[in-house]
């Protein structure tokens, strides 16, 4: 069966999707953070639907939610037509929301992935500020379509679409490894920030009237880098004081990912517009933007599509924000990711090979390098994509998926359920911790 299906898809799938696909497994079981293949191995999970599955694979709460949709007889579709799934959803959702964002917030379902919900903030700001340029940071990812790509930072995937960035300025994120400044650390982001400042008062920049802001709290594909809370209050005030609104992508970091239920709550920053998809879908397609209600500037019809609102998805993502809310799980990831954070710079002590170990809540990033290299001047040595991929494999050999990110590919990303149990994290840091020694060979 498995060399057959592999075999299938290589033959008859676009090779563009890369994501994971050359991994050697056909699941045909998943539990929690566990994944059985067709050939009966079992792995642990730590990509997750690209981060989607907060409560892991398969938990009985989501089951039983779509199943009680399903048993129902409710119309599994509906476009925008109000249902009781949906109100349900919404007022969940609501709930969790910071409280100054949730009083008087609109909700719009942009659906079905994150990236759609992206065009639809980009559009929504410059509607309603009538300007189009567009802010951005170097290291972003939002998304595969068109203005989703052109507020991105990789060239690469860009390319093709050069015409779109004309109005796109990119300003430096504050990545404290590979500072954009030469500083690291507290120092590095002011200097990131004073220059963001500078250049959107320069009468000269050529920054084109910015509409929006768009920024992640931390990126996540751009190789898991937490901003610092001060620089994102600096965006904040920036932005405030030239009426730009902010946009955050909260597609990754959202529902309890990076230890708090929304990761804006680090900094109390409330954004504008906030851009959300993956896990409030509770592994079933949902993106959806909230925004203050003042930038409704949208008349009926400005924004529709198709498939934005699929009641299994809403009733998935209803009890995924229950359960995380009810459960305290963004407090457990805060805690236990700060536990394996420590656990990786133990390990990255003993092998030089690791450059930077970094993250926030369940959201780790351990970057690989070259040590016989000399350190920049902030201490960076220059990434190890080959060396990164080994690990990969390394860990898939041991039981432990993992996807790599980062502006070299040279980031081992972890994502594993925020249902991970204690044994669970210490066998993922176990595997991960020989894949490197394999790896080093
Ligand atoms: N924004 C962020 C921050 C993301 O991480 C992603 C997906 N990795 C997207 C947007 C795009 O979401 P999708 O792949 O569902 O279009």
């Known amino acids: 069966l498995m060399a057959g299906v592999l075999h299938r898809q290589r033959t008859r799938e676009s090779s563009a999707r890369t994501y994971a696909r050359s991994f050697p497994i056909v699941p045909v079981r998943a539990q929690g953070i566990t994944v059985e293949g067709a050939d009966g191995r079992r792995y642990l999970d730590c990509l997750c639907g690209a981060g989607t599955l907060a409560l892991g694979h398969n938990h009985p709460v989501v089951v039983a939610a779509v199943r009680r949709v ?52 980009l559009k929504l700001a410059q ?63 002011r200097l990131a920030a004073g220059y963001a400042e500078r250049l959107l008062d320069d009468p000269h920049s050529g920054v084109v009237a910015p509409a929006a802001m768009i920024l992640e709290v931390v990126q996540g594909e751009g190789g898991v880098v937490p901003a610092p809370d001060e620089w994102l209050r600096a965006m904040r005030r920036i932005t405030a004081e030239r009426g730009i609104p902010l946009i955050v992508d909260e597609v990754q970091t959202g529902v309890g990912r990076t230890g708090a239920f929304w990761a804006v709550e680090h900094s109390g920053v409330v954004p504008d517009i906030l851009v959300l998809s993956k896990a409030i879908g509770g592994s079933l397609p949902l ?114 998926i993992v996807e790599l990110g980062g502006r070299h590919d040279a980031v081992v990303r972890l ?14 840091l176990d595997r991960l911790a020989d894949a490197v020694v394999a790896a080093e060979r």
């Open 127 to 189: 509607t309603a500020t009538g300007r189009r340029g567009l802010l951005t940071f170097t290291g972003a990812y939002h998304g595969m379509t068109a203005g989703a790509l052109a507020v991105s930072g990789g060239v690469a995937v860009r390319e093709p679409l050069a015409a779109f960035t004309g109005e796109v300025t990119r300003l430096p994120y504050p990545y404290s490894y590979r500072c954009p400044f030469g500083v690291g650390g507290p120092q590095g982001a």
């Open 287 to 400: 993106a959806v933007i909230v925004y203050r209600e003042e930038l409704d500037a949208w008349a009926p019809g400005a924004h529709t599509g198709t498939f934005r609102g699929n009641l299994l998805a809403m009733a998935a993502g209803a009890a995924t924000l229950r359960f995380v809310a009810a459960e305290g799980l963004d407090r457990r990831a805060a805690e236990l990711g700060d536990r394996m954070l420590g656990q990786l710079r133990a390990l990255q002590a003993e092998h030089p090979v690791i450059g930077d170990v970094r993250g926030r809540g369940l959201m780790i990033g351990v970057e690989l390098v070259d040590p016989a290299a000399d350190p920049d001047p902030c201490g960076a040595r220059p990434a190890a994509p080959d060396l990164a991929r080994r690990v990969r494999e390394e860990c898939l050999r041991r039981g432990l």
């Open 415 to 428: 994502l594993p359920p925020l249902t991970l149990t204690d044994e669970e994290a210490g066998a993922v």
């Open 70 to 121: 399903l048993d129902s007889g409710a119309p599994l579709h509906t476009l925008d037509i109000a249902t009781a799934e949906k109100d349900e959803f919404v007022s969940t959702l609501f709930d969790t929301l910071p409280a100054e964002l949730a009083r008087g917030a609109r909700i719009h379902f942009c659906g079905p992935a994150g990236t759609d919900a992206v065009e639809a903030a």
